[in-house]
C-alpha cells in the first residue's frame, strides 16, 4: 500500500492527513484528508479526500494500488491542491457573509436563533441599511456562519473586539475538528450563550476545554462524540441548560465516576435521537439529573422500558422528567407502556413507530394508548381533552370486557388500569337476561356510529349516521356501507377516525365485531375504496 510518505516533495503541499477540507468553490462538499503524495501514471501531488456525502469515485485504489482504505466503495477521490480549501478563519468568514455580494440563498440563511432555538431570518433591505447594520459587527446579537469552510478559531481578542455581544452562533457544516478552537472561540466571545456545531466532524481530545461555562444552549448533532468525551466536558459546562447530540452513534451512557451521571445540575434538555441506544438501563443511567425536563429518544433501538425495583437504587428516577420522547425505537410489549406511568412527573410522551403502538403492525390504538397512560396530557404531539380521555377510557374498558372470558388476576396482568377504570367510570358487568329478546335489549345494544366517504369517486356524498348493534362484523359493515350509499361494483375499505391523531385505524378483520375493533358509541369511521 502507498503511503502519504512516499511524497518526493511532502513541503510543496500544505495538507496533512485528517485534515478536514471542502471542495474550491462549494462550501458543501466537504471530506477528509487520507492521503497526500504522488499517484502512479500521474505527475505532481495528489490528495486522497474521503468525502462526507460519499461524493466520490473509488474506495482509495486507483489502478490496482491502494493509497489509503475509505469506509465505501464509492466515497473517496484525489483531487490537485489547488481544487480544495482547508478553510478560513471565524472572523475571514464573517466577513464573506455579511460584507460580501450575497445571493438570495445565503440571505435566506441569514438567521439568528431565538430564545427557543428556532430560525429567525434577518431581513436586510437597501444597500445603505445593510452597511449601516453589517458595519456594526459590535451590535449583532447573532450570527449564522453555517458552510462557510469556517477551520480555526483566529485571533481571540480580535474576535472580542469584533464581536463583543454576539450572544448565538451557528457553525453547522464547517471544518472545524479541535475542540481547542471551540474554546478559543468562547474565549473570545464573552457574552456567547448558544452554540450549533453540528456537521463538524470534532476530535477525541477534549481536554484543558476551559471557557464554555457561559453556554446555555450547545447543539453536538453528528459531531462524532461519545459519551465519555461528554463527560469530560461536563466541567466546562456548568451553565447548560439545553443539549443536543443527535447522530453520533451513541450506544452507551458511560459516566466517569459512578454507576450514573452526576452534574449537569442545570440541565433541562437532553436530546440523543437518532443514535443506537437499545438498553433503557443505559437511559436509567441519567435518571438523577434532578433538573432534566426533556428526554428525547426517538429513533434508537429501545426495546424494552422498565421502571427499577426499589431495591434496585436508593433514588426516584427522573423525578422532574415532563416531556419523553421514545418514537421510532422497537418496542414491542405494552407492559413497557405501562410503565411509564410509574415515572411521577410525565405529562408529555411520544411513542409513535413502535410496535406496540402502530395498528398497522399490530399495535393499539390512540384511544387505548390514552387509557393505559394515566397522568399523560399531550400525546404524539396532540393534546388529549378532558372529553377524549373519557371516551377512550370507557371504549378502553368496554373493549376489554367483550373479549372472551378472562380471570381477574389475568385482566390485572395484561391491562393494570382495567379495575381502576371501571370503577371509576361506573361501568358495570353486563347480565344475562332470562326475558325474552325485545326491543329494549337491543336497543341496549346499539351504538350509533357516522359514516363518511372519503374515496375519491365518492367524497361528494354526505356522511350519514346510523345505529347498528356493537356486534355487527366488519365485513357485514362493509356490504352494509353499499347499500347506505348505494355503491356497484366498489370494494369500500373501512378506516377507525381517532380524535386528535392524524393516523386512521385500518379495520382489515372483517371477522371481528365493532366492538373487538375498538368501535364505540359516536365514532366516526372513513369509507375508502380499495384499490
Not at 431565538?114 to 431581513?123: G, L, P
Request: charged content about 25%.
Amino acid at each position: 500500500m502507498r503511503t502519504s510518505s512516499d511524497s518526493e516533495n511532502p513541503k510543496q503541499c500544505d495538507f496533512k492527513i485528517g485534515q478536514r477540507v471542502h471542495w474550491a468553490g462549494d462550501y458543501r462538499r466537504i471530506g477528509t484528508v487520507k492521503y497526500v503524495g504522488q499517484v502512479e501514471g500521474y505527475s505532481g501531488i495528489w490528495i486522497g479526500v474521503e468525502w462526507d456525502n460519499c461524493d466520490g469515485k473509488h474506495d482509495g485504489s486507483v489502478n490496482g494500488v491502494r493509497y489509503f482504505n475509505a469506509q465505501f466503495p464509492k466515497s473517496a477521490s484525489f483531487a490537485r491542491p489547488h481544487n480544495l480549501s482547508t478553510g478560513v478563519s471565524l472572523l475571514q468568514a464573517l466577513n464573506i457573509r455579511y460584507r460580501t455580494s450575497s445571493t438570495k440563498e445565503e440571505l435566506d440563511e441569514m438567521y439568528v436563533l431565538s430564545a427557543s432555538h428556532k430560525r429567525v431570518n434577518v431581513q436586510l433591505v437597501g444597500t445603505d441599511k445593510i452597511e449601516d447594520i453589517l458595519g456594526r459587527f459590535e451590535e449583532l446579537p447573532g450570527a449564522s456562519l453555517s458552510y462557510l469552510g469556517v477551520s480555526s478559531s483566529g485571533d481571540p481578542n480580535e474576535i472580542s473586539k469584533t464581536l463583543p455581544n454576539l450572544k448565538e452562533l451557528d457553525l453547522t457544516g464547517n471544518l472545524l475538528s479541535e475542540w481547542q478552537d471551540i474554546d478559543a472561540i468562547c474565549s473570545g466571545l464573552p457574552a456567547l450563550t448558544a452554540l450549533n456545531l453540528t456537521n463538524n466532524r470534532m476530535s477525541n481530545d477534549v481536554a484543558r476545554i476551559s471557557h464554555l461555562r457561559n453556554l446555555r444552549l450547545l447543539v453536538l448533532n453528528n459531531v462524532s462524540i461519545i459519551w465519555s468525551r461528554v463527560e469530560v466536558l461536563k466541567d466546562s459546562l456548568q451553565a447548560i441548560q439545553e443539549l443536543h447530540l443527535m447522530g453520533n452513534k451513541i450506544r452507551e451512557i458511560t459516566p466517569t465516576s459512578s454507576k450514573i451521571v452526576q452534574g449537569f445540575c442545570s440541565l433541562r434538555v437532553l436530546n440523543l435521537e437518532d443514535n443506537y441506544i437499545a438498553d433503557w438501563g443505559e437511559i436509567l443511567k441519567l435518571s438523577q439529573l434532578k433538573c432534566l425536563e426533556q428526554l428525547h429518544l426517538n429513533k434508537n433501538n429501545i426495546e424494552r422500558i422498565w421502571y427499577p425495583a426499589t431495591d434496585e437504587v436508593s433514588y426516584k428516577p427522573f423525578q422532574n422528567l415532563r416531556c419523553l420522547l421514545i418514537g421510532g425505537n422497537k418496542i414491542e410489549d405494552l407492559a413497557s407502556i405501562d410503565a411509564l406511568n410509574s415515572y411521577p412527573a410525565l405529562a408529555d410522551i411520544r411513542c409513535s413507530e413502535n410496535p406496540a403502538t402502530d395498528p398497522n403492525r399490530g399495535g393499539i390504538g390512540r384511544f387505548a394508548l390514552i387509557a393505559r397512560l394515566a397522568k399523560v396530557k399531550i400525546l404524539n404531539g396532540s393534546e388529549i381533552t378532558p372529553r377524549e380521555r373519557k371516551e377512550s377510557e370507557i371504549r378502553y374498558v368496554r373493549q376489554v370486557m367483550s373479549k372472551p372470558h378472562q380471570n381477574l388476576e389475568e385482566i390485572k396482568k395484561l391491562h393494570p388500569r382495567f379495575s381502576e377504570l371501571k370503577a371509576f367510570h361506573g361501568i358495570e358487568d353486563e347480565r344475562p337476561s332470562n326475558g325474552p329478546a325485545g326491543p329494549q335489549k337491543m336497543a341496549s345494544g346499539l351504538i350509533t356510529v357516522t359514516l363518511k366517504c372519503i374515496g375519491p369517486s365518492i367524497c361528494e356524498k354526505a356522511p350519514i349516521t346510523k345505529k347498528l348493534p356493537a356486534t355487527t362484523t366488519v365485513g357485514k359493515l362493509k356490504t352494509l356501507c353499499l347499500s347506505f350509499f348505494k355503491l356497484k361494483f366498489f370494494k369500500p375499505r373501512l378506516y377507525l377516525q381517532e380524535e386528535g391523531s392524524p393516523l386512521h385505524m385500518l379495520l382489515d378483520d372483517d371477522m371481528a365485531s365493532l366492538n373487538d375493533a375498538g368501535v364505540c358509541n359516536q365514532s366516526t369511521i372513513l369509507v375508502d375504496e380499495e384499490y
